[in-house]
């Protein structure tokens, strides 16, 4: 009977062997002691599919589903090392056929026509080095995401001059 705490001791022993970087290790050990303080330090052939399923259930109350699907490729990599034949603790993987989660994915916010001339008016008449060196020569309302708006002032200067 293997408890969890000691398989993943070695299975971090075995990261290291593989030369994983300090960081990779520590997120991997951190991500599976998670599971471990959800389920208890218990021995490894009582986990099943049911626990990970409830295991996701909960983590999503408290963290974002990028985080969980993190933890859960990394519990689906610590299985993985369990069933491998030169470990044989486990006979089957409880993660087969456990889903990860969807993501919502961030939609970037654009600019309208109005807002790319209200930019371009607040230039006009100055050079480079006067708008790059004068503070305040670029309004309040465009300086956090200056580097995004600038790219997409390329993108309709470049769309202004082909039509």
């Given amino acids: 009977m ?3 705490s000691n398989v993943l001791d070695e299975y ?3 990261l290291q062997v593989k030369n994983y970087s300090n ?7 951190h991500n599976i002691k998670q599971f471990i303080k ?18 996701i259930v909960e983590q999503q109350n408290h963290v974002k589903s990028n985080t969980v699907n993190s933890r859960l490729k990394n519990l689906r ?5 369990c069933t491998d034949s030169e470990q044989g603790y486990l006979n089957e ?3 087969a056929g456990v889903s990860l989660l969807m993501e919502t994915k961030t939609v970037m916010k654009t600019y309208s026509v109005k807002n ?32 995004s708006f600038l790219i997409e002032i390329s ?9």
């Fill in 116 to 147: 790319v001339k209200a930019l371009l008016n607040s230039m006009k008449g100055k050079d480079f080095l006067t708008v790059r060196n004068k503070k305040g020569a670029i309004p309040n309302r465009f300086a956090p995401d200056l580097y």
């Fill in 77 to 81: 990599s610590f299985f993985v090392y």
């Fill in 155 to 163: 993108c309709w200067i470049l769309y202004l001059m082909i039509c």
């Fill in 2 to 4: 293997m408890l969890l």
């Fill in 23 to 29: 960081n990779t290790v520590n997120l991997m050990k």
């Fill in 12 to 14: 971090v022993l075995e």
């Fill in 38 to 55: 959800f389920v208890g330090n218990i021995s490894l052939e009582e986990i099943n599919k049911v626990d990970i399923k409830k295991f």
């Fill in 93 to 95: 993987n409880p993660m």
